[in-house]
């Protein structure tokens, strides 16, 4: 299964390995960075890279790149759905995962990964039972460690592994019980010039954050369950009762997890929710050229669109721009070419809007094409698939708990062409 971890920092230097089945020299990885090279994105580089005597998986997360060595074929996707997983720990443990924090906690980070993998093969995935397996790392901890030299690697095996529900351990107790929903969209889309949509599709997960005394049995209904293909489910979901009921039905894991995540993508569903007014153009044998954008909200069922940021890669021939905006800051790099415009809020009685004039290399020609424009944006509380949750029950539990359900929609790989 897999050999090696190789953890690699956006400057292409190898700042974590992990070896189980084998020590594979650090050499492998030049086909990687060879990759990386032809790729001119990170996101671009290849998931599976096949090499003499091994594969190469990777997932880049973080603006970190967690590559594995697998010797023998295995499903792709098992080993990258491990390695989201590696990720997904880091940060639960750590609250955020990047280089610093995982050089500073690189003890608990090597305890942890030795449990999540046995041989090669995953063992302990739960965030729940791997902290009872390994206790996350707290200023206090670190210090009695320190002094005494004993480490975080707990007393006991977790009460969770030895029963039916493995992702939820025994004898919980809260004063407060709560469980918290997060319904979050993410619309990827490509607009042409006159404002269709040439593609649109909607990513969604629901994020649970569940906070129960004892072992609660928890159903979650759906206004128009229909709406979800494509869906992929955590473990404690009861399968069987989603196929005949189109109900989720399931114990919960204790603490925060992904319940589901689902995809959206028949056209008619997909609602696009700004328009992007443009009037972009260079002028042959002159210096000038026009440039004027404005935003505005379209299908938000009267929701504020905040977090407007807008970013466009200029032509080459452009030197320089003089631009004006209605609202927000903009800047443009003359070295790169890359214009961002930070809008914030969209009021819908004043649209934001940003003109000027472009100074263009003389004697150049005019572009082959217009710039895309990729937008960035948030919607709260709206799920632009019209996903709505109905209720939520709980049963096998006497109290009464606190229940909350959020909506957001935000944008992922969002572009107009102009």
């Not at 280089?99 to 500073?104: A, C, L, R, T």
């Not at 925060?256 to 009037?279: D, E, G, M, T, W």
């Not at 032509?315 to 609202?327: A, I």
Request: neutral net charge; aromatic residues 10%; charged residues 20%.
């Amino acid at each position: 299964m897999i050999h090696s971890l190789f953890l690699i920092n956006s400057s292409g230097d190898i700042f974590l390995e992990k070896h189980w089945k084998s020590v594979v020299s650090r050499s492998v990885c030049d086909y990687f960075f060879e990759a990386q090279e032809r790729a001119t994105e990170a996101e671009n580089v290849p998931p599976v890279i096949s090499t003499p005597h091994h594969y190469l998986l990777s997932v880049y997360r973080h603006k970190i790149f967690f590559v594995a060595v697998i010797q023998t074929e295995v499903p792709p996707l098992f080993v990258i759905e491990f390695l989201h997983r590696v990720v997904d720990t880091f940060q639960d443990y750590f609250g955020v995962c990047s280089e610093p924090v995982i050089k500073d906690n690189v003890v608990v980070v090597y305890e942890v990964l030795e449990e999540m993998l046995d041989n090669g093969f995953p063992l302990a995935t739960e965030s729940n039972i791997l902290k009872e397996l390994i206790k996350p790392p707290t200023i206090l901890r670190t210090v009695v460690n320190t002094i005494t030299g004993s480490t975080n690697v707990g007393d006991q095996l977790p009460t969770g592994q030895l029963s039916v529900v493995p992702w939820r351990r025994t004898g919980v107790k809260y004063t407060n019980n709560e469980a918290y929903f997060d319904v979050i969209e993410e619309i990827d889309a490509i607009i042409d010039k006159s404002g269709s949509t040439i593609t649109a599709e909607i990513q969604g997960v629901i994020d649970a954050c569940v906070k129960l005394t004892g072992m609660p049995d928890l159903t979650l209904s759906f206004m128009n369950p229909r709406l979800l293909d494509d869906v992929s489910f955590h473990p404690c979901v009861r399968f069987k009762r989603w196929e005949s009921e189109r109900i989720l039905s399931f114990i919960p894991p204790d603490g925060n997890f992904r319940l589901l995540s689902y995809h959206v993508s028949a056209q008619n569903l997909v609602a696009i929710p700004v328009y992007v007014k443009h009037n972009i153009s260079f002028r042959d044998s002159s210096s000038l050229g026009r440039f004027e954008i404005t935003v505005g909200p379209k299908q938000t069922m009267g929701k504020t669109i905040e977090g407007v940021t807008l970013s466009s890669q200029m032509p080459r021939g452009v030197l320089n721009m003089s631009l004006t905006p209605s609202q927000g800051t903009h800047t443009f790099d003359p070295v790169t070419k890359m214009l961002s415009w930070d809008v914030g809020k969209i009021n819908p009685q004043k649209l934001p809007s940003l003109k000027g004039t472009m100074s263009l290399q003389a004697g150049a020609s005019k572009p082959d094409e217009n710039p895309t424009i990729n937008l960035q944006f948030k919607i709260q509380q709206l799920a632009i698939s019209g996903l709505k949750v109905n209720r939520l029950d709980m049963y096998g539990e006497k109290y009464k708990p606190f229940k909350g359900i959020k909506y957001m929609t935000k944008a992922g790989k969002f572009q107009v062409r102009t």
